[in-house]
């Protein structure tokens, strides 16, 4: 076995890693937007946050194994590395700035809440915006990114894969964001 292929095998495993992990993360989002009590929000809270380290340690990872072949086959001026390296930094902004952000204060909601059923500022953090989008545009983009990785295109389509992904994870969230909103309407009116 070469090194080059050690090494994609390794890029692959950290890409697995992740995938595996935002699985469980937006498992743990559905399970606290359907949450009625502190009870029923604490166990995926709970487990959404032993995950946190596993996205920087995967991002890195990616990065360093892309690095590698990169200097080995590629070179650092083709486009679709370019974006697809932009695209990671991105990952890495929105997972460790803003969704990491946005889980904190969910955290400190349902702290705040205290036993018993979730109060409204509990239940709008469990659907916020911010952390859903963050949430589903990472995993989004990285299914952008491994469409340039297959396709190898040119810095326009490289582009437009990493976007038309993000546009797809933002709208996805957005949308299951607002599909909690009549469910808390009907469970508050009971």
Known sequence: MDTYGAVKYLHILFLLGAFGAGTVVHACLFRLRAARTLADAAPWGALAGKLENVFPIAILGLFGTGAYMTSDAWTWGTRWIDVSTAGLALMLAQGGGIAARRAHALKHALMANGPGELGERARQMTCDPALW???????????????????????GESIAAVAVAYAVGAALALWFTRAAAPEAAAVSQT
């Open 133 to 155: 989008v963050a949430s589903f545009t990472n995993p989004a983009l990285a299914l952008g990114i491994v469409w340039n990785m297959t396709q190898k295109p040119g810095l």
